[in-house]
């Protein structure tokens, strides 16, 4: 199965230049050049690797990043003037110099998809295919929202485990805000309905009182 990877510049001419270093066999190659056109191919295209030149003089590369991150599971590259300088910007998995050969950007992007974690997580009943955003209970299928999405995955990387809302609020939201959860118990019933026999009863995501909240390893 071919890889799709996203070049995002302002210049064409640097987009061009990345893209001939993917093989046409191995990779699907998109490109954009703003950031509005890069948000657009994330959300249709679905791409497993995004290539952002934070070099960019008419990006906001730091919103832009912020972004991609929220919208998509895909491994993210930065390409920087100083990558000592970036100070792990957005939690990219591949930094690289600008001075970087194309072909050498090219072998970060292969060996990063050759170790990248696996497609689906598993709990219980429930599978998740983190590439795609789709939840499957039995023989039902969802496509997930992105705040969804988020907070399924965070919850199925801790089975049995006891989350607390400030957690999830924190994880999820990127806040530390507690004076109005609404929005966290908003997204719990949309999950719910999209992962229980019986939401009003739910037996998967359950809500444990004074504590947050718990995804069932098996059901009870």
């Given at each position: 199965m071919t890889a799709t990877i996203l070049l995002i510049a302002n210049d064409p001419d640097v987009t061009?230049?990345?893209?001939?270093?993917?093989?046409?066999?191995?990779?699907?190659?998109?490109?954009a050049h703003s950031g509005r056109q890069a948000l657009a191919q994330v959300k249709t295209r679905l791409p497993d690797v995004i290539v952002l030149d934070a070099t960019a003089p008419r990006l906001s590369v730091k919103r832009l990043a912020r972004a991609l991150?929220?919208?998509?599971?895909?491994?993210?590259?930065?390409?920087?003037?100083?990558?000592?300088?970036?100070?792990?910007?957005?939690?990219?998995?591949?930094i690289v110099p600008k001075?970087?050969?194309?072909?050498?950007?090219?072998?970060?992007?292969?060996?990063?998809?050759?170790?990248?974690?696996?497609?689906?997580?598993?709990?219980?009943?429930?599978?998740?295919n983190v590439e795609r955003r789709r939840v499957t209970r039995g023989n039902r299928t969802h496509k997930l929202t992105p705040k969804?999405?988020?907070?399924?995955?965070?919850l199925?990387?801790?089975?049995?485990?006891?989350?607390?809302?400030?957690?999830?609020?924190?994880?999820v939201w990127n806040t530390d805000y507690l004076g109005d959860t609404r929005t966290l118990d908003v997204h719990m019933r949309w999950l719910r309905e999209k992962i229980e026999p019986n939401p009003s009863a739910p037996t998967l995501l359950v809500t444990v009182r004074g504590e947050g909240y718990r995804l069932q390893d098996q059901e009870k």
């Open positions: 061009a230049m990345y893209a001939a270093a993917f093989h046409k066999k191995e990779y699907t190659v998109l490109t991150r929220r919208d998509s599971n895909a491994i993210l590259a930065l390409i920087a003037q100083n990558p000592a300088r970036v100070d792990g910007m957005n939690h990219a998995q591949i001075t970087i050969p194309p072909k050498k950007l090219a072998q970060r992007v292969r060996a990063a998809l050759d170790n990248r974690p696996p497609r689906e997580m598993r709990v219980g009943a429930l599978t998740l969804e999405f988020a907070l399924l995955k965070f199925m990387q801790r089975p049995g485990q006891i989350v607390s809302r400030s957690v999830l609020m924190q994880q």
